[in-house]
Each structure stands twice: as structure tokens, then as C-alpha cells.
């Protein structure tokens, strides 16, 4: 019978800087390439590991530290929808009306089927007096939602009636 070896390293160990830090890495982040938690070595089922903390974070009135968590999320990964959506969230629970719109916007480019910040960049453009662009926003939302299965499509629809509403009283009264 033959003897078989099993082949292991002396020693493992765990990736450095230098390993992430590498320069075909930064050139790759420089150029675009990577975002930063790439760069760091962050894989995404990590990044929505710490998502669900900032979620409990929000969700528990935390607001503070969720808005720390999601902050670290979007600068680590720019180009996650979900994240500037919450981040979003958060910010329109704190009264920051101007850095949820933001948010909503950049979650919108990012993602236009995302019917949850259209709906939220939407209530938030009626409080800020602007309801021909939330009737936009609505629309869209309705669009993306026609048979009315997310609560947030119906919460639109509630909306886009008030919105047409008061729409319709400005322009009466400016007759």
C-alpha cells in the first residue's frame, strides 16, 4: 500500500496591509478600479455583516451609531444603493432633510428601480414644498410597484394623492 503525505505550510497567517495595500491594489483603487473596502479587503458579506448592526443600531433608536456605521459603509462602498438608502433613512429620522435627499439621490443613480428612496426622497421633497418633483417621484414609484405589493408603493400612493391635492390648491390659488 502506498504511503500518502499530506502537504501543509509550516505556518498560515492572516492578510497584512501589505498584502491589500499592494501597488497593483491602490492602482487598481486610484483608477476605480476597487473601492475601499476592496482596497482594505472587506468582502461584501462582510459590509452587510456590519449593515445589520447599524440596521439594529436604527431600528433600537440608536441613531448616532447607526448613522456611524452606515457613514463607514458608504465611504468603504460607494456604489451600494442599499447602503445610501438607509444611510438615508437615517438621516430623514434626525430632521437632516437636505443630507436625506442627497442620500435618496445617490441610491436612485445608482439604482432607479429602488422604490424605497424614491418614496422617502418624495415626502421629503413635499416637506420641503417642492410637489411637482415629488409627484415625480411617486410616479415612479408607482410605475416600478403597478400592482401595489410593497408597502412602500401603497405609502406613495397616499402620498401622490395629497401631493395632487395640494397641488392643485396652489395652482387654484394662484388663478
Known amino acids: 500500500m502506498a504511503e500518502t503525505f499530506e502537504l501543509k505550510p509550516d505556518e498560515t497567517r492572516d492578510a497584512t496591509l501589505m498584502d491589500t495595500f499592494s501597488p497593483d491594489r491602490v ?23 456590519m449593515a445589520e ?17 452606515f457613514q463607514g459603509l458608504v465611504v468603504s462602498n460607494p456604489y451600494d444603493a442599499y447602503f ?39 415626502e421629503l421633497l413635499i416637506r420641503k414644498g417642492n410637489f411637482e418633483m415629488a409627484a415625480v417621484d411617486f410616479g415612479i414609484a408607482l410605475h416600478l410597484d403597478p400592482d401595489g405589493h410593497n408597502p412602500s408603493a401603497n405609502r406613495a400612493r397616499a402620498l401622490a394623492s395629497v401631493t395632487a391635492a395640494a397641488l392643485s390648491a396652489a395652482l387654484s390659488s394662484a388663478k
Open 53 to 69: 448592526l447599524g440596521y439594529t443600531f436604527m431600528e433600537q433608536g440608536r441613531l448616532n451609531e447607526a448613522q456611524t456605521v
Open 27 to 49: 492602482e487598481k483603487f486610484i483608477m476605480g478600479e476597487l473601492t475601499l473596502g476592496q482596497l482594505y479587503g472587506i468582502s461584501i458579506e462582510e459590509a452587510y455583516s
Open 84 to 122: 445610501h438608502t438607509v444611510l438615508g433613512s437615517i438621516y430623514q429620522k434626525q430632521e437632516n432633510i437636505d443630507g436625506a435627499v442627497e442620500e435618496y439621490s445617490i441610491a436612485i443613480g445608482l439604482d432607479p428601480a429602488n422604490l424605497e428612496a424614491y418614496v422617502n426622497r418624495g
